[in-house]
């Protein structure tokens, strides 16, 4: 298990705790390190779902009112293939 994992999978503790602990001090920076990279990954792909959600809004909005283009679906259906 990576250590990203295994952070996620302490989560429940809470990250404060793991992180301001009674750990040394080594541990305890590569945890807080740790934990903003897992922050940084869930808002970059939190991000990535932001746009994805727009976008079919708008396609189905465009749909609704007949102004859809077939290029419109294939750009969205590629993007799941991905």
Same mark, same amino acid.
């Given at each position: 298990?990576? #250590?990203?994992? *295994?952070? +996620?999978?302490? $989560? /429940? *503790? @809470?990250? =404060?705790? !793991?992180?301001? @602990? =009674? &750990?040394? +001090?080594?541990?305890?920076? %590569?945890? =807080?390190?740790? /934990?903003?990279?897992?922050?940084? #990954?869930? *808002?970059?792909?939190?991000? !990535?779902?932001?746009?994805?959600? @727009?976008?079919? &809004?708008?396609? +189905? %909005?465009? !749909?609704? $009112? @007949?102004? /859809?283009? /077939?290029? #419109?679906? +294939?750009?969205?259906?590629?993007?799941? $293939?991905?």
């Amino acid at each position: 298990m990576d #250590d990203l994992h *295994r952070l +996620a999978a302490f $989560r /429940a *503790r @809470g990250v =404060s705790q !793991l992180c301001n @602990g =009674s &750990r040394p +001090a080594g541990v305890r920076d %590569r945890l =807080s390190s740790l /934990a903003m990279r897992l922050i940084d #990954d869930l *808002r970059r792909e939190h991000d !990535l779902i932001e746009q994805v959600a @727009g976008s079919l &809004r708008v396609y +189905a %909005r465009r !749909l609704a $009112r @007949g102004e /859809a283009r /077939a290029q #419109d679906a +294939a750009s969205l259906l590629r993007f799941f $293939r991905l």
